[in-house]
Each structure stands twice: as C-alpha cells, then as structure tokens.
C-alpha cells in the first residue's frame, strides 16, 4: 500500500517504502535525481543502506559519512543498521577518534 500511495510522488518517503521492500534500485534512481549537496543527512543515510546492498561499498562509505556530517546522531545509528555497522567495522570508522578519548 505504501508504494502504490507514495511512489508516484518519487521523493524520499517513497524511497524508504521502497528500501523497506528491497526494492533498492528504484530507491537509489529516486535519490540520486538530487544532488549531492541538495541531500538531507536523512536521504544520505538512506542511500548508504541501498549502495550497501546493491555492492556500491565505496559509495555506501561516502553517503553514511556525509549523514554523519550533517547529523551527527547518525554514527551511533549507524551501529543498529546490519548494511552500516558492517561498514564501520570493515573500514574501522572513526577508529581514530574512539582512540583519542581513551588517551
């Protein structure tokens, strides 16, 4: 029902009805019609589930970092999303800053 309702409208609501489908490919052709700086910290976020899951890992790395950027709150969201806290580990994300704290 959410695709048939907010599909049409082909914004970022329409895309996490389609990534809550696994429909990533038509999730990822709605997100990227905005620029990059055009993005919410939320369609960023968004993104690097779907470039996550379609193999873009290059892509997906870039996307959540920028989320992150924008709101901060996203790098401990983050770890509850299986697609990014497999990121974070792989590329030991802001390893360097965890390590600072405990100096």
Not at 47 to 62: E, H, M, N, P, T
Not at 79 to 100: A, G, H, M, T, W
């Amino acid at each position: 029902t959410a695709i048939a309702l907010l599909g049409p409208y082909e914004d970022y609501n329409a895309a996490v009805a389609f990534v809550g489908l696994d429909r990533n490919l038509t999730a990822q052709q709605i997100l990227e019609r905005f620029k990059p700086e055009d993005r919410t910290a939320q369609m960023n976020y968004i993104l690097a589930i779907v470039y996550s899951r379609i193999g873009r890992v290059q892509d997906a790395v870039q996307c959540y970092l920028n989320s992150v950027d924008q709101e901060p709150s996203f790098r401990h969201r983050g770890n509850l999303d299986p697609e990014i806290s497999v990121l974070i580990k792989r590329y030991e994300l802001f390893k360097e800053e965890e390590e600072l704290i405990y100096w």
